[in-house]
């Protein structure tokens, strides 16, 4: 496991348990169906050569998204998506296994666990399950080994601060395949965003490129094990994570190599992965393959694939926090944001999304992604 050293007060972790380097830049991706999706996600995961990623005697999280507390397609992990990936671990002998949830300023996680059928996979496979934002998950001080771009900065004044669980386990981050409103695309790599950040994580949607790149690195040093598999069943095209169109795509990928899987996944989302910033940074960087030439591809043939989603849409409410994070309200950054008054702005999400957005348009969206084949199977959880 990875041992734990105190320096100044701040938590180390060091690991001391050897294991097969994954090989960077290869990425399974493969085409499924309702029926067969869940021996689908077991073959995936020998395809990817999850193995030489993952420690199983380790405790191994699998890190949950719930980007919002309602259903809607492809904006969450899909409950398959958990229950093929556990079930496939258990098989192959990974007996500590915990799903990890966050909440954010805006989301409330146990809803979100409900409501999106995360509970009723895992209490039937009795998985254990922790809210990483709530007791008794306790966050410690981390100071990074690695160079921070900017976390660093966006801390310091409180310092960084990690779940105290993560040092010296496995993790398996479970997004889902979408565009998103800040950067463009989101994947295995934003996902962390969620598991190591409190609930001001965001501070750093101004810089949230780099922020990324940062949690990649801090990702390496504390987890033993790091691997990522992604559900492009439902698919999500616009101003994600919520406010998407919901498309059919049936694909499913998986990776030890984060930048790899959400360069895959951008390219066939019609995407040039080395114009979104965290990608292409983190490929620079040497933290794993971001150039589609360089990825090496098993599975099924999805070189001609292209979506022809749009990376680059926003909401009424994206375009406002652009007004602050990038635009002429920048210097009210601090007052609007991170002082007293900040919850003016989740209120006004959730206004936006809860009360207007989902009921005059996204309940018509899933409605009709209810009555395709992924939505009868979501129903049948």
């Known amino acids: 496991m990875v041992s734990m050293i105190r320096d100044e007060g701040r938590v180390l972790a060091q690991p001391d348990i050897p294991h097969a380097e994954p090989k960077m830049?290869?990425?399974?991706?493969?085409?499924?169906?309702?029926?067969?999706?869940?021996?689908?996600?077991?073959?995936?995961?020998?395809?990817?050569?999850?193995?030489?990623?993952?420690?199983?005697?380790?405790?191994?999280?699998?890190?949950?998204?719930?980007?919002?507390?309602?259903?809607?397609?492809?904006?969450?992990?899909?409950?398959?998506?958990?229950d093929g990936v556990a079930q496939k671990l258990m098989a192959d002998g990974f007996d500590?296994?915990?799903?990890?949830?966050?909440?954010?300023?805006?989301?409330?996680?146990?809803?979100?666990?409900?409501?999106?059928?995360?509970?009723?996979?895992?209490d039937r496979l009795g998985i254990e399950h922790v809210t990483l934002d709530v007791p008794p998950v306790k966050w410690v001080p981390y100071k990074p080994t690695a160079k921070m771009l900017v976390l660093d900065d966006v801390y310091k004044?409180?310092?960084?601060?990690?779940?105290?669980?993560?040092?010296?386990?496995?993790?398996?981050?479970?997004?889902t395949v979408k565009t998103h409103v800040f950067t463009?695309?989101?994947?295995?790599?934003?996902?962390?965003?969620?598991?190591l950040l409190h609930r001001y994580r965001h501070w750093t949607h101004s810089v949230i490129h780099e922020t990324l790149v940062d949690l990649l690195q801090i990702q390496k040093e504390i987890h033993s094990?790091?691997?990522?598999?992604?559900?492009?069943?439902?698919?999500?095209?616009?101003?994600?994570?919520?406010?998407?169109?919901?498309?059919?795509?049936?694909?499913?990928?998986?990776?030890?190599?984060?930048?790899a899987i959400d360069a895959v996944a951008a390219k066939m989302m019609g995407?040039?992965?080395?114009?979104?910033?965290?990608?292409?940074?983190?490929?620079?960087?040497?933290?794993?393959?971001?150039?589609?030439?360089?990825?090496?591809?098993?599975?099924?043939?999805?070189?001609?694939?292209?979506w022809n989603f749009n990376g680059n849409e926003n909401t009424?409410?994206?375009?406002?926090?652009?007004?602050?994070?990038?635009?002429?309200?920048?210097?009210?950054?601090?007052?609007?944001?991170r002082s007293p008054i900040a919850p003016w702005a989740y209120w006004a999400s959730n206004v936006y999304h809860n009360k207007f957005w989902l009921p005059m348009v996204g309940r018509k969206r899933v409605n009709e992604a209810m009555q395709t084949s992924w939505g009868k199977h979501f129903q049948s959880y």
Request: charged letters at 20%; aromatic letters at 8%.
């Open 25 to 82: 830049g290869k990425v399974a991706v493969i085409y499924t169906t309702p029926k067969t999706v869940i021996d689908d996600y077991a073959r995936l995961m020998d395809l990817a050569d999850y193995q030489t990623a993952l420690t199983p005697d380790l405790n191994t999280f699998l890190k949950v998204n719930i980007s919002w507390q309602h259903y809607y397609p492809a904006c969450s992990t899909a409950p398959w998506q958990i």
């Open 96 to 122: 500590k296994l915990t799903a990890a949830h966050n909440g954010t300023v805006v989301v409330d996680p146990d809803e979100g666990r409900a409501k999106n059928k995360h509970k009723v996979v895992e």
């Open 157 to 175: 004044k409180d310092g960084l601060f990690i779940p105290e669980v993560f040092p010296g386990t496995n993790i398996v981050q479970l997004p």
């Open 184 to 195: 463009t695309m989101t994947g295995a790599m934003k996902n962390a965003f969620g598991g």
């Open 225 to 259: 094990g790091l691997f990522a598999v992604m559900d492009g069943t439902f698919a999500g095209d616009g101003p994600g994570p919520r406010a998407m169109r919901i498309h059919n795509k049936n694909v499913i990928l998986a990776s030890a190599d984060q930048v």
């Open 271 to 306: 995407l040039d992965p080395m114009s979104i910033p965290f990608i292409r940074i983190a490929h620079e960087m040497g933290l794993g393959v971001g150039k589609p030439s360089e990825i090496e591809v098993v599975g099924d043939d999805i070189a001609d694939v292209n």
């Open 316 to 337: 009424l409410a994206s375009r406002g926090q652009a007004l602050i994070y990038h635009g002429p309200l920048k210097p009210l950054e601090g007052m609007l944001l």
